[in-house]
């Protein structure tokens, strides 16, 4: 069963345009979700998790248990944040990675 | 701090070969260990979970024959692909975590391999 999903494989905005990248997840207990970037010829890093509530590069998500959503959203998107984005999920031992969705800021 | 390397970042092997791939973590203890294969324009696919000490556990679809890990350290992992054929080409990535649980990964740069 597909834990994370992530419904846009690619999305494209216009620079400062708001960005929104969808995840959701199933699991039914607590979930520790995260937020993986993946910039052209870069190893895979972490951007965010959700424990931490901290905004980096701009990047907020929110965890809606009722929804079982993560999205991912910056208000004004940058040439910069270009990049392959996957949502993660780690619950006990496992861990789980959407399909990721291709994020292309226009110039 | 967390730097993770993989060896070689690049390998081709003839079919029926072996290759083994090395990921180590270089400043911190990783308890367990994840090897993913990535195919191109498509995301990650983890192939088997490793903790220190113990076997690994392989993911539905994934022959652990096939692919051997060993995790005989706290800073070093292994994938052996055992028989290597054209098919087994893709990028091989590693990550490494310092809780059993696996939370927050730090991923290798990745390892090309292409078998002819």
């Known amino acids: 069963a597909q834990r994370v999903t992530q419904p846009e494989k690619l999305l494209s905005v216009f620079k400062g345009a708001p960005v929104e990248l969808k995840c959701n997840y199933s699991y039914s207990g607590s979930p520790e979700l995260f937020w993986y970037v993946q910039y052209s010829r870069q190893r895979l890093q972490l951007l965010l998790r959700h424990i931490s509530r901290e905004s980096i590069k701009g990047f907020t998500a929110d965890l809606n248990k009722g929804e079982t959503s993560f999205h991912l959203k910056k208000p004004f998107a940058q040439e910069e944040d270009s990049a392959m984005y996957y949502c993660a999920l780690g619950t006990g031992n496992q861990f789980y990675f959407g399909t990721g969705t291709s994020l292309t800021v226009i110039p | 701090g967390a730097v993770v390397s993989q060896h070689p970042s690049r390998v081709i092997c003839k079919s029926g070969t072996s290759v083994k791939i090395e990921c180590r973590s270089l400043?911190?203890?990783?308890?367990?260990m994840f090897w993913y294969r990535q195919f191109p324009k498509k995301s990650l696919m983890l192939m088997a979970t490793s903790n220190e000490g113990s076997k690994a556990t392989y993911e539905q679809g994934v022959e652990k024959d096939k692919f051997l890990i060993n995790h005989a350290s706290l800073t070093l992992s292994t994938l052996t692909v055992t028989s290597a054929h054209p098919e087994d080409s893709s990028f091989y990535i590693c990550?490494?975590?310092?809780?059993?649980?696996?939370?927050?990964?730090?991923f290798g740069p990745g390892t090309r391999l292409t078998v002819t």
């Open positions: 990550s490494a975590s310092r809780a059993i649980k696996g939370y927050e990964q730090y």
């Open positions: 400043d911190f203890q990783a308890t367990t």
